[in-house]
């Protein structure tokens, strides 16, 4: 026991005690360090607390990584559907894919192997840290072994990602060149089989062939290469057969900026054949769909909006108020066999024209009732002074294909 100088009416005595007393009694004060330290017992735990805080930072760091490596696994899974996708439809040619350097599956099995050993070497390192407090190692020692293992376990993760990333962009590319080298293939061979059928289609006179569609698709239609003037009337005629069902489809239609229903003509479904212009509908009581040609003309007028139904050269059906004083807008797109959703483009297969066309005119006035009866009886040939059907004037896409045909001729054949 000894005596230490103490304040005016206060004194101190200290007296031995064993250790184990000392833990369930009043703690041992800490013993003076030199340079004002804390006590190795102090300082030891102040280094595991900060080691503790240092894995929970890198625990939630690696739980980021995972997550990131889990969103480039779902990324990279869809670019391998779409790759098998591909293959599938491009048939039983060479596997250019097999040309990888690595199977990105079994990088992905991989990088999950190697992130359990991570977690079960992060436990671990926690299980060791816990043992630590023993004074099996030095703390500065603890502290450098961790962050050394720390700092390797992030680099190896840090390079799975990188890997896994190169083998996305290898996949990537490979089916981009792959694709691109498919669809070339196929545009020079249908450029190919578009020689011959015109070295082989010598026409009569440009006038005297078919637009045939045989499927019902979004990608196979005719174009008219002329565009329309503003109308304040027309008359449209066309020869067309087709035995499509339900609905022979849309044989034509015309689109222009802001209105992709200027001019539609079209049977879909179970209804009957509509007339639409400026998006206003007029049902026509036309019924071509038994596999015969049939010769249709259609007049209308902005005066009213008066409209006229004939086939085959008899006057079916008329009507008024079909989007009357509205001049049908220029310089739009006139698409053969495809109802337009946007100008020139975004075709719906299911109305899509089945079947073959010919004699595809228009003129800006309202034709008499006698010249579509001498049009349909090939007693006259009036062709269209806005759209005449002539070979030049008809690009055909997609499969769609033109035939040297005369019309009437063939019409004598159905009867």
Known sequence: AGEQESPPGSRFVCTSLPLEAAGAGCPLPPVPMQGGALPPEEELKATVLQLRETVLQ?????????????????????????????????????????????DPAQVIDQLSRTMQSLKDRLESLEHQLRANVSYAALP?????????????????????????????????????????????????LLERVSELEKGNSAFKSPDEFKVSLPLRTNYLYGKIKKTLPELYAFTVCLWLRSSASPGIGTPFSYAVPGQANEIVLIEWGN??????????????????????????????????????????????????????????????????????????????????????????????????AEDIMNIANCSINMPGNIIPWVDNNVDVFGGATKWPVETCEERLLDL
């Open 271 to 368: 209804n009957p054949i509509e007339l639409l212009i400026n998006d206003k509908v007029a049902q026509l009581p036309l019924f071509v769909s038994d596999g015969k040609w049939h010769h249709i003309c259609i007049t209308w007028t902005t005066r009213d909006g008066m409209w006229e139904a004939f086939q085959d050269g008899e006057k079916l059906g008329t009507g008024e108020n079909l989007a009357p004083w509205h001049p049908i807008k220029p310089g739009g797109v006139l698409i053969l066999g495809q109802e337009q959703d946007t100008v020139g483009g975004r075709f719906d297969a299911t109305q899509a024209f089945v079947g073959e066309m010919s004699q595809f005119n228009i003129w800006d006035r309202v034709l008499k």
């Open 58 to 102: 890198q625990k939630e760091t690696i739980g980021s990584q995972r997550e990131a490596i889990r969103e480039l696994t779902g990324k990279l899974s869809r670019c391998e559907g779409a790759d098998g996708k591909w293959k599938n439809e491009v048939g039983k040619g060479k596997d250019t894919m097999g040309d990888l350097p690595r």
């Open 140 to 188: 500065s020692d603890l502290r450098e072994m961790l962050q050394r293992r720390l700092g390797d376990l992030e680099r190896q993760l840090l390079s799975k990602v990188a890997e896994l990333e190169d083998e996305k962009s290898l996949l990537h590319n490979e089916t981009s060149a792959h694709r691109q080298k498919t669809e070339t293939a196929l545009n020079a």
